[in-house]
Structures are given as structure tokens and as C-alpha cells.
């Protein structure tokens, strides 16, 4: 049975993301479709890339996603669809895929992409304002039904890429940067759990606060306590112990923190 899931940054008010489904099933009736997410930041392609990222790889081999977080529709941007390994990615070439792009480069997978040209797939009248609707749900539909990639356009081999955040070295440790607030406002930085191994015990400092050592899970400090410890992705992330961190902090996406290892603290 194939499986499709959407993230936009429509919302759920008005009715957006149903109509992309309705698409879907009239092309493809036997569809099982998974909302990622409607509650990206509106216009935010980063937000909108590793909310996708955290979970296109946990479906199964041929899932087809589609992402609409498209501030460029209806201008010269570009309509894409994209094999990666053993998914497809429908949506516009903005930068979306650059995680998963990432992936596939990493980990050796076989790549392609195409530029959306046949209109064959798309609905009859396709709209300047809801290419979600007219070009990527009925695309990602037909994709599911079988059709192959290169039937729906050229291959082209420069999508656009995002420059992704990425933590700097410093003399005493790391710059991090908090890439995503998510619903409890813990706060998620780029900085990779394996970059602290082995370290005597970091201090942490965002916004005049400080956190000094990790924790394993939340439960191990009292409510209102900041608290870092390693996230689902194995990315650090600080927290506010049965509160939010953010709103306490008040911290948002792009905020330094400042990760002093051990070693360093002691020199201070």
C-alpha cells in the first residue's frame, strides 16, 4: 500500500492540507498519508528541512514525501521530485532536501533529480499561489501509483542548497547554535553529542545562564531546572526541567550557546 506524507507550513485553519490529500486520493486511492508537520514557521525553509529530516528515514523503502514550504511559488523557482536511496521527495527546489541530500552523499546512496516539466502529472489548471495542491500532491501521487522519476522531467544536477548551520571551534570549546524550539521549548543545537566524548563535565552559557554537566533524561533534575543532555538525534540540546526553556530564556532559533569543555573551565 503506499505511503506519502506532507509538511507545509499551512496550518490546519484553513483547510490547506486536506485539499492536498484529496488530491492524492483521487489519483491514488489506496494511499496511506502520514502528516509530518503544518506548523512550520510560515516562509522558514530551514524549520521546514529538519522537521523532514528528523523523520523521513523512520517509513518505510518507497514512502514518497512531500514538502511545501515555499515562499518562491508562482516565481522562476524551480518544481522538483527527487529519488534518494529508497525514498522520493516531491516540492520546490528552495533548499528543502539539503539534509537529506547531505544523507545521500554521506552514506553512498544512488541520487536523482528531476525538474517537473511534464505536465501530464499535474493538474489540468495549475494556479500561481498553490503549487502544493496542483503540481506536488498530484505528482507525488502518481509517484506512489508507480510512475518513474524520469517521466516527470529532465534530470538536473544543481538543486539548491541551504547553508546549514554548523557549531565553530573555539580556543575553549564550541560556538553552538540553536536550530530548532520545539513544542516543550527545548532548545536544539547543531552540536553533535560525539563532539563532547570523553569531555570532564561542559559548561554551558546562553543568555547570562549557565549550565555546568549533563544529565540523561529530564527526570534526573528537579522542575525548573536548566538541564543539557543529548537529544533524539544526538544532538545537545538544553531544557528547562518540566518548563520551557525558551519562553524562561528567552531564546530563539539562531541563539549562540557557548559550550566551555572541561578542560577549559578549569583555566578560567
Not at 528528523?54 to 516565481?75: C, L, M, N, Q
Not at 495549475?126 to 506536488?136: A, M
Not at 508507480?146 to 544543481?158: Q, S
Request: hydrophobic share 45%.
Amino acid at each position: 500500500m503506499p505511503i506519502l506524507t506532507i509538511t507545509t507550513d499551512f496550518g490546519l485553519k484553513d483547510g490547506f492540507p486536506a485539499v492536498l490529500k484529496g488530491v492524492i486520493w483521487g489519483i491514488c486511492p489506496d494511499a496511506q498519508i502520514a502528516d509530518i508537520s503544518h506548523s512550520i514557521a510560515p516562509q522558514n525553509v530551514l524549520e521546514g528541512s529538519l522537521a523532514l529530516w528528523r523523520a523521513y528515514s523512520f517509513f518505510p523503502a518507497g514512502t514518497v514525501h512531500i514538502a511545501v514550504v515555499d515562499p518562491g511559488v508562482g516565481t522562476q523557482r524551480r518544481p522538483i521530485a527527487a529519488q534518494m536511496g529508497e525514498y522520493y521527495f516531491v516540492g520546490p527546489d528552495n533548499g528543502l532536501f539539503t539534509p537529506i541530500y547531505n544523507d545521500a552523499a554521506r552514506l553512498g546512496w544512488a541520487a536523482e533529480v528531476v525538474r517537473l516539466t511534464n505536465l501530464s502529472y499535474w493538474l489540468p489548471a495549475v494556479s500561481h499561489t498553490f503549487h502544493g495542491r496542483d503540481i506536488f500532491a498530484p505528482v507525488a501521487a502518481h509517484l506512489a501509483n508507480g510512475i518513474a522519476l524520469r517521466a516527470l522531467g529532465p534530470v538536473i544536477d544543481d538543486p539548491v542548497r541551504l547553508t546549514l548551520p554548523a557549531p565553530e571551534r573555539t580556543t575553549s570549546g564550541w560556538h553552538a547554535h540553536i536550530t530548532v524550539v520545539d513544542i516543550f521549548g527545548n532548545l536544539t543545537t547543531d552540536l553533535p553529542a560525539d563532539y563532547l566524548l570523553n569531555d570532564e563535565g561542559p559548561l554551558f552559557r546562553l543568555r547570562g545562564h549557565e549550565v555546568r554537566g549533563m544529565v540523561t533524561s529530564y527526570g534526573e533534575r528537579p522542575p525548573g531546572q536548566l538541564v543539557a543532555l543529548v537529544d533524539s538525534e544526538n544532538f545537545i540540546e538544553l531544557a528547562e526541567v518540566n518548563g520551557n526553556a525558551a519562553r524562561s530564556l528567552q531564546a530563539q532559533v539562531g541563539d549562540i550557546v557557548d559550550v566551555i569543555l572541561g578542560g577549559a573551565i578549569k583555566n578560567e
